[in-house]
């Protein structure tokens, strides 16, 4: 898909220098590549945009890898004799931005989605240099398709999961497109008047809004240096709450 003509103005006006950033986009559709996804479709228009203001961008399916269930960073050595969850790992570590796509299923977001999220948690007791939990300095959202009702609650779930592990969830972090109830055309497919979805205002407009907020909070974090660490540090907690300010010049 291309981009709409408000898109394409936003893009050529826009005034910050993203060229610092980076995003993941973690497509939990069921279907492995090289298999058509709606999913995919949407988030096309998403990482469009990130592109044409010069964020990094990559697009992963879990489907393609073999992913054990667990809630451990390598679940290896958990009894499992094959995990490639630590390679994702590593892409979301290198991330300012991941956005999580997944279609609806029975009212729900899909069951590679929810793996995802178990093994993004099982890397969340992890630290960062200045003692924070390890996704701290990130930012999250998501995309939602399908052709039953269930976008604001899948991403009610996959927001919360986000913001619990660490991720900073800036406003309007989630948009999505549902067609009519039952069977039918899903985002993108050719109808009557061309692919469908793509006229339709309010999911381009809040795919918009998702887009741009996650690179202005990326932004605004990668210029700060990621979340003051003063209160929230894990690592002092544990130390027996011994909250001395790890930087005098900052009180």
Not at 1 to 6: D, H, P
Not at 62 to 79: E, F, L, Q, S
Not at 165 to 177: F, H, K, M, S, T
């Amino acid at each position: 898909m291309t981009l709409n003509k408000k898109q394409e103005t936003l893009c050529d006006q826009n005034q910050w220098d993203f060229s610092n950033l980076s995003a993941l986009f973690l497509n939990c559709t069921l279907k492995p590549n090289p298999k058509e996804s709606h999913t995919k479709t949407l988030i096309e228009v998403s990482r469009q945009i990130m592109e044409k203001n010069s964020v990094a961008t990559e697009v992963l399916r879990p489907a393609d890898y073999d992913i054990a269930p667990g809630v451990y960073p390598d679940m290896t050595k958990h009894g499992f004799e094959k995990d490639d969850w630590p390679e994702i790992q590593q892409k979301v570590m290198d991330a300012n931005i991941l956005v999580i796509g997944s279609p609806i299923w029975l009212g729900e977001k899909s069951s590679i989605c929810t793996k995802v999220i178990e093994r993004l948690y099982g890397y969340s007791g992890n630290l960062n240099e200045e003692g924070q939990y390890a996704y701290y300095g990130r930012v999250g959202g998501c995309l939602i398709t399908g052709n039953e009702d269930g976008i604001k609650h899948c991403s009610m779930s996959i927001l919360y999961g986000l913001q619990h592990l660490g991720y900073v969830v800036p406003p309007q972090a989630d948009a999505g497109w549902i067609g009519e109830a039952g069977p039918g055309p899903s985002y993108g497919d050719e109808g009557e008047d061309g692919p469908v979805g793509f006229d339709n205002e309010f999911t381009q407009r809040n795919t918009t809004f998702i887009t741009w907020n996650l690179m202005h909070m990326a932004y605004m974090l990668d210029q700060a240096d990621g979340i003051p660490a003063y209160g929230n540090q894990r690592s002092e907690w544990d130390a027996g709450c011994r909250f001395d300010h790890p930087n005098p010049e900052h009180r």
